[in-house]
């Protein structure tokens, strides 16, 4: 069966909205500068974001939204990976998706209209043993009159300092659940910094110790079996858009470079040892930005696993590749902290290794379609 790739007007006009807005208010300095800052979240750039509305587009009007879909919120994602901006839309959008398909009318009524209103929002759902599969947690969960006593930990927990709301998968007995803590649950929670390849990010463990949600902070059942899938369906599209936007900024660096370095006399551009892989790079953009608007349409679609799975390895092993040739192409300076190319390569191999890499989507893939 065929499938259309739509692009619409109003995504038409939110990627030229957003890259412009990104590529005036996050520049490869500023990314720069807030590595040494004490936090990645920069809460003047968020303010602008919720002013422009985009941490609403994706929530029903009913509760506080726009009313568009996650497709709409594609264009913007991709347009913050061309700046490598650290903005927790993403995290936040993993948030609302959850509560979306799985929170109860009370936890939504809660919830999305702070959401919407800029409220930041991020997930904990990884273990020290790192598996993809969200449905299978290890953090344990104790019925305790009427809610959950929490016990363990998670890690890699993006922009857990400034979050208003933590979503945290744990196992009660033998099925997942998810439980919403607000910052004040957090309170008696232990964080603690952790280091990782891409440093634009600032990553946490959140260690619990007898912490106890009560029953309406809590997704039991199908509900969370559907929020759970809600969030990796969002997670695969939306880490591809990021993926998308860093392979555009990845080969403008390298055209930069091979158009203005030279050596024995004629610029490196002329030489098709380096013309080729750059026309890789290019190629490999242009096929991950079809499987991306492909799944950004199917996005709602029942049967869209194959669709989302298949644009999330496309656009992460092309970032992978754009941004090893790029250090490569820079020779020995490419190696160095000061080349902005071991930027872009950092953030690939941090995209490409979250919810699954590409062998652990390809073997799901193999399952789906043969």
């Known amino acids: 069966m065929s499938v259309s790739i739509e692009f619409s007007k109003e995504q038409g006009m939110m990627l030229d909205i957003a890259q412009r807005f990104c590529a005036e208010r996050w520049t490869v300095e500023q990314v720069r500068s807030q ?40 264009p913007i994602v991709e347009s913050m990976g061309r700046q ?20 109860s009318e009370a936890q939504k009524q809660r919830w999305l209209p702070e959401l919407a209103e800029g409220a930041v929002g991020t997930v904990a759902l990884v273990e020290d043993d790192g598996s993809w599969l969200l449905k299978e ?21 993006t922009d857990a300092p400034v979050a208003q709301i933590v979503l945290v998968s744990a196992r009660l007995g033998d099925e997942p659940i998810l439980v919403l803590l607000s910052r004040e649950d957090l309170a008696g929670a232990t964080l603690e910094r ?7 990010r600032r990553s946490y463990r959140l260690s619990f110790d007898g912490l106890v949600a009560s029953g309406d902070q809590i997704m039991a059942g199908d509900a969370a079996m559907a929020a759970l899938g809600a969030l990796e369906r969002t997670a695969w599209l939306l880490v591809a858009a990021e993926a998308c936007g860093g392979i555009a900024a990845t080969l403008n660096l390298i055209i930069d470079y091979l158009g203005s370095r030279r050596q ?17 790079v290019l190629t490999g ?41 790029a250090v490569q192409f820079h020779g020995g300076v490419g190696f160095t902290y000061e080349c902005d190319a071991q930027l872009y390569l950092r953030r690939a191999l941090w995209c490409q290794h979250q919810f699954g890499d590409a062998f652990h989507h390809r073997q799901r893939l193999g399952d789906l379609l043969f």
């Open 35 to 74: 590595l040494l800052a004490d936090s990645s979240f920069d809460a003047d750039l968020w303010t602008e974001m919720v002013d422009l509305g985009w941490t609403a587009i994706a929530i029903p009007e009913a509760h506080g939204g726009i009313g568009q879909s996650l497709a709409e919120v594609v």
């Open 84 to 103: 490598l901006q650290t903005a927790p839309i993403v995290s936040s959008q993993l948030v609302v998706q959850a509560l979306l398909a799985g929170g």
């Open 137 to 157: 947690c290890g953090l344990a969960a104790r019925a305790v009159d009427g809610g959950v006593q929490l016990d363990g930990f998670k890690g890699f927990v």
């Open 194 to 200: 952790q280091t990782v390849i891409d440093e634009t």
């Open 264 to 280: 024995f006399g004629q610029l490196i551009g002329g030489y098709q040892a380096l013309k080729h892989p750059t026309v890789d």
């Open 285 to 325: 953009l242009e096929r991950a930005r079809s499987h991306l608007y492909c799944a950004a349409t199917r996005a709602q679609d029942e049967d869209s696993e194959a669709t989302l799975r298949m644009a999330k390895v496309e656009a992460c092993d092309s970032f992978v590749f754009a941004g090893d040739r």
